[in-house]
């Protein structure tokens, strides 16, 4: 993990530059283990981001505003209740730890000023955000509450006495060492650090540390020469996110020039983080709230794709029922010929030029009462076909539909959901919660909005609800109407009845990419005016027909796409 001791010193003191004598507008918590402050400064408004994922725990400036839940948790209350307009005093590092503290000074409900300490510790599993009252030393309370059974050092929980993380007293703090301390630090460990041991020595030290402490130390030949230029390079350092056999990493310096390549860098850590957390942790937490809904509806796609097999099946045997009807005619119109007891006869096939045709028999039937059994076999199986077509063609429909909703989910966003789970729910595909008596909250899910190079708007829909609303209610009859050509995707909405070839093409990109061919090339995309759509009476969501489209072949690029995004 990149996140180190010392990124963690580089971004505390971005936080003090940027925060210091703020003040905490808000408060958020708009998911279990992520909280989000905004906060006022010298007239300048800034969101803090602070969370204890076991792998993307992280404290940095954000950009992004997660929605947030209809009911706050109760930790989140919490902070509200004691430091809502609260302003910031100070913020530090513990040491060289993966620890931030801040110091903040707010009125309580009766007006009393008091002082709080709001404890940031970033330690992968064992992260945990901790209110404590200095004055007394004890928690206020914290995210994630940890008892003395689960914790034998320290308990975590409201009341309970503060006593800060565990430390190792062995490690030196190189960010508070004057050049003689330094020396007799190299002295003492330089065996150990040539031996690749330096993090056990250097407190906040990660991999990516050591390895470009390594680097320093092969470059310059010397020991405290690299500690020197590593301390450097911290104080003024970069802020690169960089790559390694297709795995992503960020750090203040490239540990490896050899191995690892820049991929981009950024102005701020924070920045740097921010683009390197969000996208992963949004990814992880879709994936995880999602994951239940991609296992319904893949079931429900593995059943039906053995339930189209046994119907093909099905249809190859019930496609032989000519073949009864035939025999049944022969042996009524030669039935006078056919004696009793016969297992099989070759009669006369006047439908194939008098050809003879073998025709199996029941000894102990007649003529007459096998051609009776042939006849009510080809009627079964006539019957068959028609209920097989049938079949098949609502097996395929349902298919349709449900690929439409995974490609939904796997391009969800998080607000997008609770929309598609209830919309199965509604369907019936997932079962619906024992709380939904209560009437479910107004979805936070909006449009997605885009602007052609002509200025022309360009909207999205998320999911089926909001396509058909989209689509079939918003739109109006003269504007354009776009989606990929028998692939799932979203529906797109031209807002212009005349657009240019420039906006036709940019919104058929647009639908391309919020499709299952994302990443292909040549896509085909239908454009037909809204005036021609029509839904089918029973259909399922998002499902329309049409007719008066043509065709434009597209390459999406996301980047071209993210241009024309209207945030």
């Not at 301390?231 to 690892?260: A, C, G, H, R, T």
């Not at 966003?413 to 479910?440: H, M, N, P, T």
Request: net charge positive; with cysteine.
């Amino acid at each position: 993990m990149s996140f180190d001791g010392f990124t963690t010193h580089i971004i505390s003191q971005e936080l003090r530059q940027a925060l210091i004598g703020g003040r905490l507008s808000k408060i958020y918590q708009p998911y279990e283990q992520e909280l989000q402050f905004a906060i006022r400064n010298q007239g300048q408004n800034y969101r803090l981001n602070a969370s204890i994922h076991p792998v993307y725990y992280r404290l940095h400036l954000t950009q992004e505003k997660s929605s947030n839940p209809q009911q706050a948790p109760m930790f989140c209350m919490i902070l509200r209740k004691h430091l809502e307009n609260a302003q910031i005093l100070d913020i530090y590092q513990q040491d060289n730890d993966r620890v931030v503290v801040m110091e903040l000074s707010g009125r309580d409900e009766l007006g009393d000023l008091n002082t709080y300490q709001l404890i940031f510790e970033l330690m992968g599993r064992h992260s945990n955000i901790l209110l404590v009252n200095p004055q007394k030393q004890t928690i206020i309370d914290c995210i994630k509450h940890v008892p003395a059974y689960l914790n034998s050092y320290r308990v975590l929980q409201a009341g309970a006495p503060y006593q800060a993380a565990p430390t190792d007293d062995q490690q030196v703090n190189l960010m508070d060492q004057p050049e003689n301390k330094l020396k007799d630090f190299v002295d003492q460990a330089k065996i150990p650090i040539l031996e690749g041991q330096a993090g056990h020595f250097i407190q906040g030290l990660g991999k990516l540390g050591q390895e470009s402490l390594a680097g320093l130390i092969i470059e310059s030949g010397r020991v405290q020469t690299a500690l020197e230029s590593f301390i450097d390079q911290v104080k003024s350092p970069q802020y690169l996110l960089l790559e390694k056999k297709d795995k992503l990493f960020f750090y203040f310096m490239n540990p490896d020039p050899s191995s690892y390549q820049v991929i981009d860098s950024f102005d701020s850590m924070s920045s740097l983080l921010d683009k390197y957390y969000n996208q992963k942790a949004k990814q992880d937490h879709i994936k995880q709230i999602s994951g239940n809904l991609i296992q319904k509806v893949k079931q429900v796609l593995d059943k039906n794709k053995g339930k189209l097999k046994k119907l093909a099946k099905d249809y190859q045997t019930a496609a032989n029922a000519e073949d009864y009807r035939i025999k049944g005619e022969l042996l009524s119109a030669y039935g006078h010929q056919v004696q009793k007891g016969l297992t099989q006869v070759d009669l006369p096939n006047y439908y194939e030029d008098n050809q003879p045709l073998i025709i199996a028999l029941n000894p102990a039937k007649s003529a007459i009462e096998n051609s009776q059994a042939y006849f009510k076999r080809y009627s079964k199986y006539r019957d068959s076909l028609r209920f097989i077509k049938t079949q098949e063609e609502k097996t395929n429909q349902e298919n349709d539909y449900l690929e439409n909703v995974l490609v939904q989910i796997q391009q969800a966003d998080i607000e997008d959901i609770d929309d598609i789970k209830a919309e199965l729910q509604d369907q019936g595909y997932v079962s619906k919660d024992k709380q939904k008596l209560k009437k479910r909250a107004k979805s936070n899910s909006k449009l997605r909005r885009y602007k052609s190079s002509d200025g022309v708007m360009i909207y999205v829909g998320r999911n089926n609800k909001q396509n058909d609303q989209l689509s079939l209610k918003q739109a109006a009859k003269n504007h354009w109407w776009l989606h990929t050509k028998n692939i799932p995707g979203a529906h797109v909405i031209i807002e212009s009845d005349k657009p240019s070839d420039r906006t036709i093409t940019q919104a058929a990109q647009i639908a391309a990419y919020y499709s299952k061919s994302q990443g292909s090339s040549n896509v085909p995309v239908d454009l037909v005016q809204v005036k021609h759509l029509r839904k089918p009476n029973g259909a399922k969501p998002g499902f329309v027909i049409y007719e008066g489209q043509h065709t434009v072949f597209v390459t999406p690029e996301e980047a071209e796409i993210e241009a024309l995004k209207v945030k």
